[in-house]
């Protein structure tokens, strides 16, 4: 079962399980329209411009977080260990670590969300890109840590 909503311009998808009685939610799946840049590899911005960029990212990730139902939320942070993902859409193509700095102040938002730092052992990030294409955004999903182990496992074949 997939349940989606649209709030403040922002899409979140909820994929959710029914036991008996109970409802869990394995993955929660959030749109955060904002665009991300090289930050390094030569980037000569002055630096009010580049705050004025890291608080929109900022921004743009606190309110696809706050959009979703109080119910989500709460089944979110009881999941306790988080494996989050994030997928970079219509950016220029970039190199591993430039996209892990670019994705930095998104990554620092939702840890402060989820009311961990994000280099605590309870979450791990990885971050992917889809360059090109009009639509720039990126897309996050917030998983149960098992789901980053299965993921890897899967990696090593």
């Keep these: 079962v997939v349940a989606v909503g649209v709030g403040l311009g922002v899409?979140?998808?909820?994929e959710v399980g029914v036991?008996?009685?109970v409802v869990v939610?394995?993955?929660?799946?959030?749109?955060i329209l904002t665009r991300l840049y090289q930050?390094?590899?030569g980037n000569k911005k002055?630096?009010?411009e580049l705050k004025r960029r890291h608080d929109q990212q900022k921004?743009?990730?606190f309110l696809a977080l706050h959009s979703m139902p109080r119910a989500t939320h709460r089944s979110?942070?009881?999941m306790g260990n988080w494996y989050v993902?994030?997928?970079v859409f219509g950016s220029k193509p970039m190199d591993d670590d430039n996209l892990a700095v670019s994705c930095k102040w998104i990554r620092d938002t939702i840890s402060r969300f989820l009311g961990v730092n994000d280099g605590d052992p309870c979450i791990k990030f990885r971050c992917f890109q889809q360059p090109g294409g009009k639509e720039k955004f990126v897309q996050c999903y917030i998983q149960p840590l098992a789901a980053y182990r299965e993921e890897m496992l899967k990696e090593l074949g």
């Design 11 to 14: 899409a979140v998808g909820v």
């Design 46 to 48: 002055h630096w009010a």
């Design 85 to 87: 993902k994030l997928v």
């Design 25 to 31: 939610i394995s993955m929660l799946v959030i749109r």
């Design 39 to 41: 930050e390094t590899n």
């Design 76 to 78: 979110v942070l009881e």
């Design 59 to 61: 921004e743009a990730t």
């Design 19 to 21: 036991g008996v009685g």
